[in-house]
């Protein structure tokens, strides 16, 4: 059971670098979602989409873009990466069928910019 | 700004011992409350979910109720063990499908 895969585990960028995070989910869930983890912050949602190409801000979108072209795909990518982009990101999904909602997580990325 | 709060944000406890987290939250037109489990390093994993129609669940020593009236969820865990040791996250929906956090207990288990 795959459930939800974030590719890559690992990556350090220097600064003004790009590069694109993949998540991928086999359970066909509508939702899925970009969360960053900081120590002290807790989870805060960055961007996330409700269906096939949607996507929607979150709670800390800016310096991120997403794109949600195939259901089971998520992108998050950093056009232009800064050490404030320094965290571990998770991927999430979820479904929601007659009030059941559950999420599932990834096992993130964690991310060094230098 | 709805908001979940975890109290207190780290707990040590004897194995064997019986324990409560708790999760506050701030608004009770609340859709669902979900339970993970962080490891160090290690992605979040789904312990419990008790939806909006639900006051309790139960999984093996784990029992998590939600009390919307009091803007409240408790998770208890029977007999702990040294494995329990972990972090704990409360989350709760809010709109369109979106979980928010809550900061977290990180429970200690001491052999």
């Known amino acids: 059971n795959a459930g939800v895969t974030q590719t890559p585990k690992f990556r350090v960028l220097k600064t003004g670098q790009s590069m694109t995070l993949l998540c991928a989910q086999d359970?066909?869930?509508?939702?899925m979602y970009w969360y960053r983890q900081d120590p002290g912050m807790g989870l805060r949602l960055i961007h996330y989409s409700v269906g096939e190409g949607t996507t929607a801000k979150g709670e800390v979108p800016d310096g991120y873009n997403v794109s949600r072209l195939k259901k089971q795909n998520f992108l998050l990518g950093l056009e232009s990466a800064a050490p404030s982009q320094t965290s571990v990101y998770f991927c999430a999904s979820s479904y929601s069928g007659r009030g059941h909602t559950e999420a599932f997580f990834g096992q993130g990325t964690r991310l060094t910019v230098v | 700004k709805q908001e979940v709060t975890q109290i207190p944000a780290a707990l040590s406890v004897p194995e064997g011992e019986n324990l409560v987290l708790n999760c506050s939250f701030t608004?009770?037109?609340?859709?669902?409350l979900q339970w993970f489990r962080q490891d160090p390093g290690k992605g979040l994993t789904s312990l419990l979910l008790?939806?909006?129609?639900?006051r309790e669940q139960t999984s093996g020593r784990l029992n998590a109720s939600l009390d919307k009236s009091s803007g409240r969820s408790t998770l208890y865990i029977a007999a702990s063990q040294p494995g329990d040791s972990a972090t704990y996250l409360c989350?709760?929906?809010?709109?369109?499908?979106?979980?928010?956090f809550g900061q977290g207990t990180r429970l200690t288990i001491n052999p």
């Open positions: 989350a709760r929906l809010q709109g369109a499908q979106k979980l928010v």
């Open positions: 008790i939806q909006s129609s639900q």
């Open positions: 608004d009770s037109a609340i859709y669902n």
């Open positions: 359970m066909n869930h509508e939702y």
